[in-house]
């Protein structure tokens, strides 16, 4: 029997990776140069999933996802959340006052901000995080550091010279888990999630009237996005999460309503919650939320 694979955007030891290590145990990891790779790769029968990142606490959204999503021909079956935990990391032997560069992804270097500050280290960006270790071990120079995981540091022969010099903690990326076929769990399925994407016309209380139906219905909205759909700035298209099963009946209300004062309206998947999204809440943790960047998934 053969090994199932899983897709990913970024190299092998980028968060994305260890995010599918995380979520499917035992499988083999796919790196792709795009997204839209990791998503030609599960059409082309490379893969039977791909790990697809949309947002992260600290950078906010990926914009790529509400593009590509509706064209890709897969249904989201799942989602992930994966700490994001940057680790310094250098040549076997080096000690800190040696380093003189530190070399990572332009996001990632926003977050080591302290670090670079305290020990008067040049910011140096490159492609991605796990880009950035396997450049530092090529080089074999002690002045030259890597900023990326702990798995990137094992799979390219680094030594972590400290762990979590981020700035900011609970530092989290989330990811949806796209395949072919869909795996919708039964309407009687607790914890289930809904992400659609609807379009709305560009007047007074078009997108009042859509939401509406789940404010009246009592159905929790987790993430909304915007983007302007086409050339002519007359319509705008939305990406939807929700709590909630298709088949339930409060849902199943709301989503009626959006159907009738919408356009578009696509359900992208129906899923099961991360087990994340329980924990973070009984610990006070905070659930990615969407602003306009780009998140952190390599």
């Not at 995981?149 to 979590?164: F, V, W």
């Not at 919650?273 to 809440?281: C, D, E, I, L, W």
Request: proline share 6%.
């Amino acid at each position: 029997m053969m090994d199932k694979v899983i897709a990913f955007q970024g190299m092998h030891g980028a968060y994305s990776d260890m995010a599918c290590r995380a979520a499917r145990p035992g499988w083999t990891t796919l790196p792709c140069h795009s997204f839209a790779d990791a998503i030609d790769a599960v059409h082309a029968g490379k893969a039977e999933q791909a790990m697809l990142a949309c947002e992260n606490s600290l950078a906010g959204r990926v914009p790529d996802i509400h593009s590509l999503l509706p064209a890709a021909g897969l249904h989201i079956i799942g989602e992930h959340f994966q700490r994001v935990e940057h680790c310094l990391l250098v040549v076997p032997g080096t000690r800190m006052e040696q380093i003189r560069r530190v070399h990572t992804h332009p996001v990632a270097m926003a977050q080591i901000r302290n670090l670079l500050k305290n020990n008067n280290l040049t910011p140096v960006t490159e492609f991605d995080t796990a880009g950035a270790a396997e450049l530092v071990a090529l080089w074999q120079k002690p002045e030259e550091a890597a900023v990326a995981s702990a798995l990137a540091a094992e799979l390219y022969g680094l030594e972590i010279l400290q762990r979590n010099v981020e700035d900011a903690s609970h530092n989290t990326t989330r990811f949806y888990i796209t395949a072919r076929t869909p795996q919708v769990p039964t309407p009687q399925t607790p914890h289930v999630m809904t992400t659609l994407l609807f379009s709305v016309q560009n007047s007074p209380g078009a997108l009042y009237k859509v939401l509406g139906g789940f404010a009246t219905n009592g159905v929790n909205m987790t993430r909304l996005e915007s983007y302007m759909s086409g050339e002519t700035f007359a319509a705008t298209r939305f990406l939807m999460d929700v709590e909630g099963h298709p088949g339930d009946s409060r849902l199943g209300k709301a989503l009626a309503e959006l159907e009738f004062f919408s356009k578009n309206a696509t359900i992208l998947g129906v899923y099961q919650q991360s087990p994340f999204r329980h924990q973070a809440s009984t610990q006070g943790q905070d659930i990615p939320r969407s602003a306009p960047a780009d998140a952190i998934t390599g």
